[in-house]
């Protein structure tokens, strides 16, 4: 739970000064919080995941565009491109260099067929594309103000992964291999659960 709240820190910074001051103050202060994010981790002797590289990545670059330019067009975009990384990184990953980037994430808990991890890492690419394109229609429809776009950003995103989580958990729960299996007898593999 502490990784997790860690992991949202730039973003609660965000639409706490969003709320306080405006769209330019949040920005920089969610850049800020990034970049404090990674030295806090540095400091610590922990491991900088890749995924804060990227995060700081494209805060800064998008961020830093919002602030030059005066327009929050490229911060109403950093959710997107950081989604559509991800989903592109899991998709090409799997079908150019024939690795299965959620099989290496999660390998090393979980035990699934080949079929079920293709599966999963398949989902979760949709997940992050889909979730870039609902990003950009609440942002750019006009059906929305900045305010409700902010609220989306923070809440809204937060909302859909933590749906998809629990759907994932629900279809993980079918599809894993029982480690109670191997402990009868070791030398034996786990029963796969088939698709």
């Given at each position: 739970?502490?990784?997790?709240?860690?992991?949202?820190?730039?973003?609660?910074?965000?639409f706490?000064?969003?709320?306080?001051?405006?769209?330019?103050?949040a920005?920089?202060?969610?850049m800020?919080?990034?970049i404090?994010?990674?030295?806090?981790?540095?400091?610590?002797?922990?491991?900088i995941e890749g995924?804060?590289?990227?995060n700081l990545?494209?805060i800064v670059?998008?961020?830093g565009?919002?602030l030059?330019?005066?327009?929050?067009?490229?911060?109403?975009?950093?959710?997107?491109?950081?989604y559509?990384l991800f989903?592109s990184?899991?998709?090409?990953?799997?079908?150019f260099m024939g690795?299965n980037?959620?099989?290496?994430?999660l390998?090393e808990k979980?035990?699934?067929?080949d079929?079920?991890w293709?599966?999963?890492?398949?989902?979760?690419?949709?997940?992050?594309?889909?979730?870039?394109?609902?990003?950009?229609?609440?942002?750019?429809?006009?059906?929305?103000?900045q305010?409700q776009?902010?609220?989306?950003?923070?809440?809204g995103?937060?909302g859909?992964?933590?749906?998809?989580?629990?759907?994932?958990?629900v279809?993980?729960?079918?599809?894993?291999?029982?480690p109670?299996?191997?402990?009868?007898d070791?030398?034996?593999?786990a029963?796969?659960?088939?698709?």
């Amino acid at each position: 739970m502490k990784k997790f709240l860690f992991d949202l820190f730039p973003l609660i910074l965000f639409f706490a000064a969003f709320k306080f001051a405006d769209i330019y103050t949040a920005t920089a202060v969610a850049m800020a919080a990034a970049i404090l994010q990674i030295v806090w981790i540095k400091l610590t002797g922990k491991k900088i995941e890749g995924m804060h590289w990227i995060n700081l990545g494209v805060i800064v670059v998008f961020g830093g565009m919002t602030l030059w330019l005066k327009d929050d067009t490229f911060i109403k975009w950093k959710p997107t491109v950081l989604y559509w990384l991800f989903g592109s990184a899991l998709l090409i990953s799997k079908l150019f260099m024939g690795r299965n980037l959620m099989q290496k994430l999660l390998g090393e808990k979980i035990s699934m067929s080949d079929k079920a991890w293709t599966r999963m890492n398949a989902s979760w690419a949709i997940f992050f594309l889909c979730a870039g394109g609902v990003n950009l229609f609440v942002a750019f429809s006009g059906l929305f103000t900045q305010d409700q776009w902010v609220s989306f950003k923070v809440f809204g995103l937060m909302g859909l992964l933590i749906v998809f989580v629990i759907g994932q958990s629900v279809w993980l729960g079918k599809h894993i291999e029982h480690p109670d299996a191997l402990a009868t007898d070791p030398a034996k593999p786990a029963a796969i659960k088939h698709d």
